[in-house]
């Protein structure tokens, strides 16, 4: 597995550096043997040290999880349990149900300078990007906004083929969008 450790505005020593390589490899072989590779990225903000981790267990899948603390190792730890955490339900949910693999499929959204619409104060909404949206069932959509730590997913769901749209609501459920087509 390949793993990037990147420190920003904190000197990461070669103690850390092995640290974060042998726990994280420990951490990650505990449920995927053949992980894809790992990102690391410790920074200071305002009186903390924030590490956060990125993993890609196996291809198409993205864990991601923050951890903050006084000490940069701790830090690491939080996020790494986190990790580990996301990593085990994930790979329960994959033994328990036998989830279907994700596909994904290319969608762009761009919107043209004669689309722009300035109403009083309101900000002008500029939106030019490329996604890849998964075609797969709303609980594989939801493991998937868990396991990146999404707010909102916009997937096509294999039941009936149209575009539909999970997202985290403020009292922590999970919210589900299925519009229907006249």
């Given at each position: 597995?390949?793993?990037?450790?990147?420190?920003?505005?904190?000197?990461?020593?070669?103690?850390?550096?092995?640290?974060?390589?042998?726990?994280?490899?420990?951490?990650?072989?505990?449920?995927?043997?053949?992980?894809?590779?790992?990102?690391?990225?410790?920074?200071?903000?305002?009186?903390?040290?924030?590490?956060e981790i990125?993993?890609?267990?196996?291809?198409?899948?993205?864990?991601?999880?923050?951890?903050?603390?006084?000490?940069?190792?701790?830090?690491?730890?939080?996020?790494?349990?986190?990790?580990?955490?996301?990593?085990?339900?994930?790979?329960?949910?994959?033994?328990?149900?036998?989830?279907?693999?994700?596909?994904?499929?290319?969608?762009?959204?761009?919107?043209?300078?004669?689309?722009k619409e300035?109403?009083?104060?309101?900000?002008?909404?500029?939106?030019?990007?490329?996604?890849?949206?998964?075609?797969?069932?709303?609980?594989?959509?939801?493991?998937?906004?868990?396991?990146?730590?999404?707010?909102?997913?916009?997937?096509?769901?294999?039941?009936?083929?149209?575009?539909?749209?999970?997202?985290?609501?403020?009292?922590?459920?999970?919210?589900?969008?299925?519009?229907?087509?006249k």
């Open positions: 597995m390949q793993i990037q450790i990147t420190g920003q505005q904190i000197d990461l020593g070669s103690s850390l550096r092995s640290y974060i390589e042998s726990a994280l490899e420990g951490t990650i072989s505990k449920y995927f043997e053949d992980a894809v590779k790992a990102d690391v990225r410790i920074f200071k903000e305002r009186n903390e040290a924030v590490a990125t993993v890609h267990p196996v291809s198409g899948v993205l864990v991601r999880a923050t951890g903050a603390s006084g000490d940069p190792y701790a830090a690491f730890d939080v996020a790494t349990n986190k990790v580990a955490r996301q990593l085990r339900r994930y790979k329960n949910k994959m033994t328990d149900y036998q989830a279907e693999p994700v596909e994904m499929v290319a969608a762009a959204v761009i919107e043209s300078d004669e689309e300035v109403v009083g104060d309101a900000p002008v909404i500029v939106a030019e990007m490329q996604a890849e949206l998964p075609v797969c069932t709303v609980s594989a959509a939801v493991m998937k906004m868990d396991l990146e730590g999404l707010p909102a997913l916009m997937f096509r769901n294999t039941a009936h083929g149209g575009l539909n749209m999970v997202y985290r609501r403020n009292d922590g459920n999970i919210g589900w969008v299925d519009p229907k087509n």
